[in-house]
């Protein structure tokens, strides 16, 4: 096989910040809302028995036929007005029904203690997503795909591991985030690494007892060039330092400044409880990934993106029916907004040709491999 490229709170001090707040508070929505679309305020509970919130997307042209749905959420840290739900209103205007939700524990949905990020609960929010657009009057429950971006997306590969109901996965900049936390970048974290972090969330744990409520902390913990942990309380600064880190400044780029913040996004202005990452070890993410198929994968990557080794580890382990797109001259946070660069077309023909009744019917039936990697052109 061949690889084709195809063409943290806010500060009162800051005035710049608290204009990008209440602009957004008032606006609610980090994109504009498709004139071929209608949006709507959902709300539905997981077998946990916390209320998820969600916006419904429905194409205005729709009628009275059963069309396919997709859910959306992502990434880590994000809410549905800013990358999941752009997403979510480009497909629908597209023809499909769709419904970008709030994870657990974060934005407008339930869940006590805000903040925290559950590997295992943000995969059941997509089955209990399936449960609630299944049941919608315009939706053939019988075609309902999955877009997971960034941290959401492994959570979304995992969640068709175990919901037949998902009948096709797409990803956009996707990280494994239990690979991501308990390993670091690149799996760069020696196992006496490791064994640092996990004891400093253990001790944590004593320290969050004793307070009576949970700290917040970085979700990867970094070490200095001394080898000791470091330790913070939100997720980005207030402002870039001089020569940053190319990474972070893309993040920056996007949750920091007017182009994607909002005030309910962990990533905007604050971070996850410091106990985070304990759960994102002991739970490896899309470890029965071969049991997605034939169902089909779809994994897009941007070319310069920091993240891209994901999704191509991903890609190789992956039964078929499967796809890599490769996005050239894109990082990771382009897929996030992007229109030049994030391949609707693409989504659309793949969503198009796996959600078919006929082809649904014939995968019931038998297996047919097909593997393929691509190269689109920017649109």
Known sequence: MSIVMFGQGCSPKNQKEETMKNTNQQEQYTFKLSDKVTREKITFKNRYGITVSGDLYTPKNIGNEKVAALILSGPFGAVKEQSSGLYANEMAARGFVTLAFDPSFTGESGGEVRNVGSPEIFTEDFSAAVDYIGFLPSVDRNRIGVIGICGLAGMSLTA???DS?????ATASMYDMSRSISRSYKDSYTLEQRKK????????????AENGKAALGLHEVP???EGNLVKGDRILPDTLPKEPNPVLAAFFDYYRTPRGFHPRSINSTTAWTATTPMSFFSFPMMSNIELISPRPVMLIAGEKAHSRYYSEDIYKIASDEKELVIVPDADHVDLYDRLDKIPFDKLTAFF???LNQE???KIAKVNTPLSAETTLSTQ
């Open 160 to 162: 068709a591991t175990s």
């Open 165 to 169: 109901r998902i009948k096709a996965v």
């Open 197 to 208: 972090v996990i004891d400093y969330l253990s001790q944590q744990r004593w320290a969050d």
């Open 223 to 225: 070490f200095d060039e």
């Open 352 to 354: 198009n040709q796996h």
């Open 359 to 361: 082809k649904l019917n």
